[in-house]
């Protein structure tokens, strides 16, 4: 699996916009990206995945970059219950497995 | 449509003691994957069953193993523990057989303390 890179923290001021970078340049063409985030103490939760396209669903949206190399998950309003950690992942087509790095911490306060 | 469940939720084990801990998968999902979260860090890949093999494995020793049921429960054993062994395991669940398994779903997670 391509390696990732993320911030270790951020903050978001509650009802803007969280924009969490993640840098994967070593990323293969059969590669998809994944987000997930871990409240403490919880199990992993998904959040959305993409190939190539850019990607919405009810919980964020997923802007990946024309040549891959790197993507953004958008929380368009974040909530106090938003705050987690948060995970991008790189991962093979029937690997059913993920390698997870240290991840970046949200802070979204009030 | 009931999700990913674990158990015990805790368990305290002594050094040299052997665990066992169950896991059953979310509905309509074949495959389980079995991670080790010490504090302060990612999820650990420990191993994965499908069709009640083992089939993927990550850098855990042999103290670590698995079963997987016809069911697609799953059970992770670990032998003589350490005190290193204390952590959050996680057990998450995907549909290898039907689209690709990528997607995983995990659950509550069992937290396990080694004194």
């Known amino acids: 699996d391509a390696k990732t890179t993320q911030p270790p923290s951020m903050d978001c001021a509650e009802g803007r916009a969280a924009n969490l970078p993640c840098n994967h340049s070593?990323?293969?063409?059969?590669?998809?990206v994944y987000w997930y985030r871990q409240i403490h103490s919880q199990g992993p939760q998904y959040i959305i995945h993409?190939?190539?396209n850019n990607e919405t669903n009810e919980m964020a949206s997923l802007i990946i970059t024309e040549d891959r190399k790197s993507s953004t998950l958008i929380l368009p309003h974040a909530t106090l219950r938003d705050t987690a950690v948060y995970y991008c992942?790189?991962?093979?087509?029937?690997?059913?497995?993920?390698?997870f790095g240290d991840g970046t911490t949200l802070t979204v306060k009030p | 449509d009931a999700g990913v469940t674990q158990s015990p939720t805790h368990l305290i084990k002594t050094r040299g003691q052997q665990v066992t801990l169950r896991c059953s998968p979310k509905?309509?999902?074949?495959?389980v994957s079995w991670y080790q979260q010490a504090l302060g860090q990612g999820p650990q890949f420990i191993f994965q069953?499908?069709?009640?093999?083992?089939?993927q494995r990550g850098n855990f020793p042999d103290r670590f193993s698995g079963h997987q049921f016809p069911n697609y429960s799953s059970e992770l054993n670990v032998n003589a523990l350490l005190l290193g062994d204390s952590a959050l395991y996680l057990c998450?669940?995907?549909?290898?057989?039907?689209?690709?398994?990528?997607?995983?779903?995990f659950g509550p997670g069992t937290r396990l303390l080694v004194l």
């Open positions: 998450a669940s995907s549909d290898l057989g039907h689209s690709g398994g990528e997607t995983q779903y």
């Open positions: 070593t990323i293969s063409g059969n590669e998809y």
């Open positions: 993409g190939l190539k």
């Open positions: 992942i790189v991962t093979h087509t029937n690997a059913g497995k993920s390698t």
């Open positions: 509905s309509g999902h074949d495959t």
């Open positions: 069953y499908y069709e009640e093999e083992e089939r």
